[in-house]
């Protein structure tokens, strides 16, 4: 009796695509040349439905027919079809898939928090099946980074141009259309504490002179103080017995 055991078929496929394309569309297979078809076996005669490949990714396998996230991936074949065992490797790239975001400038004042609501950026380059909601389930996150890399805090009462980027969500990468930017300009004299009822301390930070006007409620002129860029960096006024 004579045994007639599988020949090993050797396969290598490999493939680059971008999220949210199917793998399997154009993917080939290249067959060894020493380790291939037996007589004159064709790739149509062996797979005559055509070739059932996985793709591993971290322990998860897929077939191609749902969404893949962005990575690499191990190709496999079907170990065992048509009196042949399948060796199989190769490599699945999928990069990120590209959105185009334009954003609008937005100008503040020293000391004052950006307003996200008056950004309204405009965003294209969704995969099929999904939006803003999905892939920012979140909201959008906004940077607000300068040249020299600080990030804005109202707090610090940093003034000067700041880049206004969003953080890249999973499987996409951004292309800006515009390079969009919230300037902070400086504000002369900074008022603390605000409101109050007792003193309020005004503090130069401009190189020059100036002075402070304080007036009531009614728009009543009460005093006048100046402050020299050479010796006095602040002021206090004592409003606490000063009519309203």
Avoid: C, H, W
Avoid at 19 to 37: H, K, L, N, S
């Amino acid at each position: 009796r004579l045994a007639v055991s599988p020949k090993e078929l050797r396969a290598t496929t490999n493939k680059v695509i971008t999220y949210g394309e199917d793998p399997r569309v154009g993917i080939t297979t290249q067959f060894d040349a020493v380790y291939g078809f037996a007589y004159d076996d064709k790739q149509e005669k062996v797979f005559p439905e055509g070739i059932s490949y996985q793709f591993v990714r971290n322990g998860t396998t897929y077939n191609g027919s749902e969404k893949m996230p962005a990575g690499e991936y191990t190709i496999s074949i079907k170990d065992e079809v048509n009196n042949y065992v399948i060796v199989s490797e190769g490599k699945l790239t999928i990069s990120q898939s590209v959105l185009n975001v334009t954003i609008n400038d937005l100008t503040i004042k020293q000391g004052e928090a950006v307003n996200t609501s008056l950004i309204t950026p405009v965003i294209e380059g969704y995969v099929a099946g999904e939006m803003e909601e999905t892939i920012f389930p979140g909201g959008i996150q906004y940077n607000f980074i300068n040249d020299q890399g600080t990030t804005y805090n109202p707090n610090d009462r940093g003034t000067g141009v700041f880049n206004i980027t969003i953080d890249e969500p999973e499987n996409y990468t951004i292309n800006y259309t515009r390079a969009a930017k919230v300037t902070v300009n400086a504000v002369k004299y900074l008022v603390y504490p605000s409101p109050t009822t007792g003193k309020i301390t005004v503090q130069r930070n401009v190189a020059e002179d100036g002075f402070v006007k304080l007036y009531n409620s009614y728009g009543y002129l009460l005093e006048i103080r100046s402050i020299s860029k050479y010796n006095m960096n602040s002021v206090i006024l004592d409003i606490t017995s000063r009519p309203k």
